[in-house]
Nanobody
């Protein structure tokens, strides 16, 4: 069993920045692909970004390209999501997730373990 813990959420004004972190407890995740998803009130969970096990490949949802950067430090067993130029529509609970081998980076169905989420609120 893997427990993922997110941190770094909060309240920020539009145009501001936040950096989210995700770390596992009880396991190293250096061999696994990882992703960030978000869920806004009344909406379904949606893909935000993903990164392969080495950090050599990254994937982004179109609306965050150029504003968000996903990265990982396997030596620290931590994944990050740097969010710049935040918009009110980025307001959501953000979840990190660990992906099983194969399948799509973009679909939540290919991720087996999830954190509890960290809330991001962007005011206009």
């Amino acid at each position: 069993q893997v427990e993922l813990v997110e941190s770094g959420g909060g309240l920020v004004q539009a145009g501001g920045s936040l950096r989210l972190s995700c770390a596992p407890s009880g396991r190293t995740f250096s061999d696994y692909d990882l992703g960030w998803f978000r869920q806004a009130p009344g909406k379904e969970r949606e893909f935000v970004a993903a990164i392969n096990w080495s950090g050599g490949r990254t994937y982004y949802e179109d609306s965050v390209k150029g504003r968000f950067t996903i990265s990982r430090d396997n030596a620290k067993n931590t994944m990050y999501l740097q969010m710049n130029s935040l918009k009110p529509e980025d307001t959501a609970v953000y979840y990190c997730a660990l992906k099983r081998l194969g399948g799509s980076y973009y679909s939540h169905t290919w991720y087996d373990y999830w954190g509890q989420g960290t809330r991001v609120t962007v005011s206009s």
